[in-house]
């Protein structure tokens, strides 16, 4: 008996993004699918756009009130039918085979509960990339491939939520943390990942496409870097090689963003732990610090390809 899939989407206020993203996934090669659309509180205009589908797969959760992205995804995944859910921010899109493909390598898992992710296309408006630009070492703690680099504009380890695909058991045993603004992927991935019946498996082709052409508003946009930092301390699963990387290259570039200077002594000072000092991640510090991120952004990248656009 072939596999049952849901795939879950949050949404609010996007009814132009979040369509595209359905029809991704009823245009799925592999056709043993559902996609439950959470729409995050009141939103009309969303509630009409998507009962235009008419298509029987697709299934609409209307909360009456904001419950945020984590607990939208929870709701989501209770609500599944499906042995198999796979998550899809209203802002990206699927490859056609991108669940068939992640079905066969979940088959191949020797793990109880695997999660499946894959490559995926960065897309800007003049360029695009393919991240990650690495796997996984053998017995790399996840938070050191997530969050350890060699170069300012790497992004050699990365795993983008609307490539996760895991068992829904999985996801009702350890569900995202409700209430949490950012970081919703990442701490799910390092609590998910300590369970000794969970390995991460890779589709090493690009299956989603992430559209960060920068015109919308995100929480990671916001000057937030406080909260973040409170995040990332009280993160257990981190490692001190992690919690250095994660201040470098995901607190620093926004202290330099919002001018928020005053911050740098205590930053500083953690950089300097009394054990496990990383000169390479101490120089990515002061990189994103000092540096602008208008100059930061033109900076050479690995791996980019220019599209050309019409005027």
Not at 32 to 43: C, L, S
Not at 48 to 73: C, K
Not at 139 to 163: D, H, M, Q, V
Request: overall charge positive.
């Amino acid at each position: 008996m072939r596999a049952f899939v849901t795939a879950v989407i949050p949404t609010r206020n996007r009814p132009e993004l979040v369509c595209a993203a359905v029809w991704s996934v009823l245009d799925q090669s592999y056709r043993n699918i559902e996609v439950i659309v959470v729409v995050d509180g009141p939103d009309s205009d969303t509630i009409v756009r998507l009962q235009a589908f008419t298509d029987s797969r697709l299934r609409v959760v209307a909360l009456t009130s904001n419950v945020g992205g984590s607990e939208a995804r929870n709701i989501g995944a209770q609500q599944a039918r499906g042995e198999w859910v796979a998550f899809l921010d209203d802002d990206d899109v699927w490859m056609p085979d991108k669940i068939s493909k992640q079905l066969v390598v979940a088959g191949q898992s020797s793990s109880e509960s695997p999660i499946v992710t894959s490559r995926f296309i960065a897309k800007r408006l003049k360029s695009e990339q393919i991240w990650p630009e690495r796997r996984p070492n053998p017995g790399e703690a996840t938070s050191e491939y997530l969050f350890c680099r060699r170069r300012i504009t790497a992004r050699e380890g990365f795993i983008n939520t609307s490539t996760i695909m895991a068992k829904r058991e999985l996801l009702l045993r350890h569900p995202f943390t409700a209430g949490l603004r950012e970081h919703q992927e990442w701490d799910w991935l390092l609590r998910a990942t300590e369970d000794p019946q969970v390995s991460i498996e890779w589709v090493w082709e690009p299956l989603v496409v992430w559209d960060i052409a920068g015109d919308r508003k995100t929480v990671s946009g916001t000057n937030s870097w406080r909260q973040s930092h409170a995040w990332a301390k009280q993160m257990k699963q981190m490692t001190p090689k992690a919690f250095l990387y994660f201040l470098a290259a995901q607190l620093a570039p926004r202290v330099n963003l919002y001018r928020d200077f005053r911050a740098l002594p205590g930053l500083v000072k953690e950089m300097f732990p009394r054990e496990g000092f990383s000169f390479n991640a101490f120089r990515i510090f002061v990189v994103f610090v000092l540096t602008p991120a208008s100059f930061r952004r033109n900076m050479p990248r690995k791996g980019v390809r220019q599209r050309s656009v019409s005027a």
